[in-house]
């Protein structure tokens, strides 16, 4: 991938902000969930190549597959040791010793496991050993394995006027926009690392395949949908014709648990059944996924009716019956369209989901768009631009145009920490990649200070952006 060079300079100027400071920006939040951090495993989140706590090089060939069933979290995998291919499992724990808490030990199941992955472990050597008294090579995950941004940032600062308005205010346009620009190009350049590397250890189709989930759940279910991307990875579901494609989405999302057509519309009534005459015959194979624990923890709270993820289920399944011209002009850098790929993700449509806003609601008065613009501008920004703009950068050009999207609360109070009353505010907020900067800016130091603004060392450093 070619370097970005505005997104170069911010990171140097950020790192001189921060020098000499003596808490620097903090870490990684550890994930809260056993389910959260096999997904970001998975996808790659911590790289592919790993030293194990006995000093041995150890690359990861295949991730493998997502287990449905008992036994190690994935199947199907490769790895590389001491110059050796080792195929099998790999178990990951948030403990080392929840290998022997929860018995695996002893487990026949556990017997093919090449790998063992924990972020935890105790002070005295704690040895993975199967039934068989082999022991397998474990690896200690680590925070700094992660790539900068892999999870938001969940609080906001005060909505007050910042000190940086004062410097702002003397900076002529030219200057404000260049470095929010290069603030814009930095935040880019980290989604793009982020993907490159799912990329990497997927593929360039599943991982494309992967975001493009995420973006459909929106900020609060963007994590439920990653998992069921990668438990129902592409290769594995383009393959089935669309009833049986959508009873495994539906059904290993947990949906269709408990869900009665009783007293339902007709159309209503068709699609459940429709559904669950291929489920029924699927779902003991998924009994794992389905307990409560491996469920996906969908958050339905204050979600207007067009947001469901139940109808923006619908909306991926729609994507998959449409797969081949939604991914070829992100397939390779020299193709890309944006007016032809957005166009392929405007008109999909579905002929329950275009008029239902979950499985159980009554029929909308009249067919809404599965995707609309804001949606696919969200994937423009978070997928197709950070994937494509680095492998080749004249498109970066063409990112500059987009429009904005609809603000939220975290826009509204970088503008006000930023800009006050000044009228400039809304004016650096009329493209996307302005948004996008001013969002990285005030992530970067806003959210990272805690002294109410009085100490952060951002207002006396801005002088040095020329």
């Known amino acids: 991938m070619t370097s970005l060079p505005l997104a170069d300079r911010y990171a140097r100027f950020r790192s001189a902000v921060f020098s000499g400071v003596e808490e620097g920006l903090p870490g990684f939040d550890e994930p809260t969930t056993e389910m959260e951090l096999q997904s970001l495993w998975f996808s790659g989140a911590f790289g592919s190549e790993f030293t194990t706590t006995d000093g041995k090089a150890v690359r990861i060939a295949d991730f493998g597959v997502w287990n449905s069933g008992a036994g190690p979290d994935f199947n199907d995998c490769a790895i590389v040791i001491d110059d ?277 609601s009554d029929v909308a008065e009249k067919p809404v768009a599965l995707i609309g613009e804001t949606r696919v501008q969200e994937m423009l920004a978070n997928v197709a631009y950070p994937l494509l703009v680095p492998e080749r950068t004249r498109l970066w050009a063409e990112y500059l145009e987009l429009p904005a999207l609809l603000d939220n609360q975290k826009v509204r109070l970088a503008v006000q920490r930023l800009f006050g009353d000044d009228p400039r505010g809304n004016d650096f907020r009329k493209k996307l990649h302005q948004q996008q900067g001013l969002l990285q800016i005030y992530e970067d130091f806003c959210l990272e200070d805690d002294s109410a603004c009085a100490n952060c060392p951002f207002p006396e450093r801005l002088k040095e952006w020329g």
Request: proline share 5%; charged share 25%.
């Open 84 to 360: 050796q291919t080792l195929r099998g499992d790999i178990e990951l724990d948030p403990d080392a010793r929840d290998w022997e808490r929860h018995t695996h030990g002893a487990n026949e199941a556990f017997n093919h496991v090449v790998l063992h992955l924990f972020l935890h472990a105790p002070e005295h050597r704690f040895f993975t050993r199967t039934s068989e008294h082999r022991e397998v090579p474990q690896v200690l995950l680590r925070a700094d394995m992660l790539p900068e941004g892999i999870k938001p940032k969940r609080r906001t600062a005060s909505a007050h006027l910042g000190r940086c308005a004062t410097p702002l205010r003397d900076m002529d346009d030219a200057r404000v926009q260049s470095i929010i620009e290069s603030a814009a190009q930095h935040r880019l350049e980290l989604k793009s690392k982020r993907l490159h590397r799912s990329v990497a250890a997927q593929g360039r189709e599943q991982a494309v395949y992967q975001a493009l989930a995420q973006t459909l759940g929106y900020r609060k279910n963007q994590q439920p949908f990653a998992i069921l991307a990668q438990r129902l990875p592409l290769k594995k579901i383009t393959q089935l014709d669309a009833a049986k494609r959508e009873a495994w989405l539906f059904g290993v999302s947990g949906f269709l648990e408990g869900v009665r057509s009783d007293d339902t519309e007709p159309a209503t009534r068709s699609y459940l059944r429709q559904l669950w005459s291929e489920w029924w015959k699927l779902r003991e194979s998924c009994g794992r996924w389905l307990e409560d624990r491996q469920l996906p923890r969908w958050k339905l709270n204050a979600i207007r009716p067009g947001n469901h993820p139940q109808r923006r289920l619908g909306a991926l399944a729609a994507m998959l019956r449409s797969w081949k011209p939604i991914i070829a002009p992100l397939a390779d850098a020299t193709r890309w369209s944006q007016a032809a790929w957005r166009e392929s993700l405007l008109v999909l449509t579905h002929e329950f989901w275009a008029t239902h806003y979950t499985l159980l």
